[in-house]
């Protein structure tokens, strides 16, 4: 588990901010739900791997000497009894459930918080990461497919992350397996075939052999697996492979319409693709499934920084069935070290993490003026500081340097009498001398500039 | 635990961002730190009814196999090697000492995460709940609690809280009970005083005495509960009664300075007095002594909505002695309470958390124009949404309303051939037609008049 320092915080909570503020942009509304659930409400929602990698909490009191004493075989719920939150969905399915009553469907949340998974720690992988999610629950709308991806679009060129973006349907995926004879068999070739872009077309032959995919239907999908084409050229073919499939035609006509409707925006930063073998693995997908990659030269990684999809039945498992879902989740940890791998923060003007501006502290006279003049610079919406101490000035401008404040203000008591303060630009060495009105108008037309260059 | 609505999350998010808003004005810095700490870093820091209340891990993998086949006598390491944050506290002194070296002292630091405490769940107490604390290490000057104090009135007057700040020193307290020839028996003094409030006279000198406080000192500490002055008078008259204490001297020179400096300011909102008897019970506190409490007619809420004060060595348990700290920390939770009491939420026009508009769905060709016109709201700030299904008017109405999405946008085949928009104020039932341009121009109004009244 990690520490996040103040630098570090600044430039996580820029990416977070501004998938917030998109999300609100299209008028989804936030949630939180508490860390821990009761282990009844997270186990089995994860499969087998998932139970093992739940965080228990152990029953508060003496559970040693109950343990000790207990005369009977010790059961797990001895132990413990609740769990730390494994991911966003579930707890947002628990929740609501138990708030039906007060919620007006269709339910447009998004909920921003930390999961914890007890993996064992690796490049990339963390046991406490943040999850950043969005569903919309209680409508079947495409509308919401199309809202979402111009929210990615729009999320990832404010981060200035060049993406790929990819949709697919999982009634094409059903339909697919239906016309090549393998209806019952789908999980274990969408298993195999989501593997293609890694493993190549070889292994995952091999793969769907191993799983009783009949020589017969590995023929009939081999030319999908080969098929390279645009949108409308692979919308033309599969029209025609899904011919005899009422569900591939659904899936299809479905993708269509959400092509259609995203063609008349101007999806600028990234590029918009529908992967008719796109599957993501994840059994829950009903209809759309999203997936978006890095699509720049500037950087080598190749795992998805966004996933996501519609799900029929999220709340079924609660006692509350027929209730359809969309939804996504930024991977923000990924975008975080892609980011700065391709070195945008610095772009983004996101080096400095404290004060815009410090006042030297040349001891209690000058100090009583600074004090005044820096609540004038608060009050213009700029962040300030005073150095606590009368310290020698080198330490001072040191300490500055260190912590990357862009200005420094020094008023000795020459500066008292005259009114014209000091201002030194740490950046570039440059020094001049303003009255306080125009130290406030250079720093906020400096800040301004800094942000400018980012839009 | 509690899960927290769209409304709510809007109202803490309101309450929080001031706080963060205020705490970087004055030139803090984010960090974070995990959830989990080792059980080494948290146990024995709180005391005995704290190590009670950790919340622990269980441990990863066949915990309940290994006890069963364990031949010797079951540890707690056995058990649980992890537990949840307690405080900020701890874990901001562990991170100091393990990044010292990154560090440039002072260290002006916030941070605003959980906490987790395995308490009986009552009213106003809860099991998770956020802290949002600020501290400087590694600076002793006492500028850092003048501009404290500067930042807890601006964080409650931009509320609409009316407080009553108080202020004492560690130094006074020990002074006193020096002068009354008890300083050994401090902390059980400052215990039992400290109810003063609560409890009244009488009482607190049946516990005086119970802790062997001698006849002759309680009734030299009588004045001194007895006595109702300004500042200025208590001042004058601890001058006196401390005459013979050094340490009392000294911790009345620094309450001297803070109350000089902060009577160059407008502090506006708050009251802020010097309590001679505030102790607030923690051993820890070495110089200031922080209570904030509220000071407004349309509450009787009377438990404190800010705690804080100065510590002489808050890593040394950490093995970095000698560096020195003052911190606050808000009470959120109390506050939301008070403030949602006071009906302020209201007042500050935070009564919805979606959308600001919505437009009407009339169909799959209506919806084409709506997408588009609800881009151009987003790009000029506005959270919009599209009612996502064609369902009937006044179900989409309903959805509105329950919402308390301020603003409706009706686009049928009429108004896209003249281009005229029909908007419906929600809350007057007020309706009108509008160019797209005079819509949002229309809705920004609105929206910057609803802030304004909050300023």
């Known amino acids: 588990m990690r520490d996040f320092s103040p630098l570090e915080m600044k430039r996580r909570n820029f990416i977070l901010d501004t998938i917030k503020t998109v999300y609100q942009r299209y008028g989804y509304r936030q949630i939180e739900t508490p860390a821990m659930e009761n282990l009844s409400v997270l186990e089995g929602k994860y499969g087998e791997e998932g139970d093992k990698l739940l965080f228990r909490m152990l029953n508060s009191g003496p559970v040693l000497e109950k343990i000790h004493n207990q005369k009977s075989a ?15 969905t579930v707890p947002f399915a628990r929740y609501v459930v138990m708030h039906q009553n007060e919620i007006t469907f269709p339910f447009k949340r998004f909920q921003v918080q930390p999961v914890w998974r007890a993996d064992r720690p690796q490049k990339g992988r963390y046991r406490e990461f943040v999850q950043c999610d969005a569903d919309v629950i209680g409508s079947d709308s495409l509308l919401n497919e199309v809202e979402m991806i111009l929210m990615m679009d729009e999320v990832f060129s404010k981060l200035g992350l060049k993406m790929n973006i990819r949709i697919n349907n999982r009634k094409i995926l059903s339909g697919i397996a239906q016309v090549i004879g393998e209806e019952n068999n789908m999980m274990n070739i969408t298993v195999a075939i989501d593997k293609l872009e890694k493993a190549g077309m070889e292994k995952v032959i091999e793969e769907l052999k191993s799983k009783g995919v009949s020589d017969e239907a590995v023929k009939k999908l081999q030319p999908l697996m080969e098929f390279k084409g645009a949108n409308k050229e692979t919308i033309s073919f599969l029209g025609n492979f899904l011919a005899d499939s009422g569900s591939g035609k659904k899936g299809l006509e479905e993708i269509n319409f959400v092509l259609n409707t995203i063609s008349t925006f101007n999806i600028q930063h990234s590029t918009f693709n529908f992967d008719m073998l796109l599957a993501r693995g994840l059994e829950y997908y009903t209809g759309a499934i999203f997936e978006v990659k890095l699509n720049d030269s500037r950087s080598s990684f190749t795992g998805s920084l966004l996933g996501g999809g519609r799900y029929d039945d999220l709340t079924g498992i609660f006692g509350m069935p027929g209730v359809s879902g969309v939804g996504i989740s930024f991977g923000v940890d990924r975008i975080y070290d892609v980011m700065d791998e391709m070195k945008l923060f610095d772009e983004l003007n996101l080096q400095s993490s404290g004060a815009q501006v410090m006042f030297v502290n040349f001891g209690d006279e000058e ?64 020094q001049g001398n303003f009255s306080l009105e125009k130290l406030i108008e250079k720093i906020l037309t400096a800040e301004s500039q800094g942000r400018g260059e980012n839009e």
């Open 74 to 88: 010790i059961n797990h719920s001895d132990l413990t009894e609740k769990g730390l939150r494994y991911d966003l």
């Open 367 to 430: 100090v009583k003026s600074c004090l005044q003049m820096a609540q004038q610079l608060r009050k213009a919406g700029i962040n300030a500081e005073i150095y606590p101490d009368a310290a020698k000035m080198k330490k001072q401008l040191s300490y500055a340097d260190s912590n990357k404040i862009p200005f420094v203000v020094l008023v000795g008591s020459e500066e008292i009498k005259t009114g014209l303060l000091s201002l030194k630009d740490m950046r570039t060495g440059e």
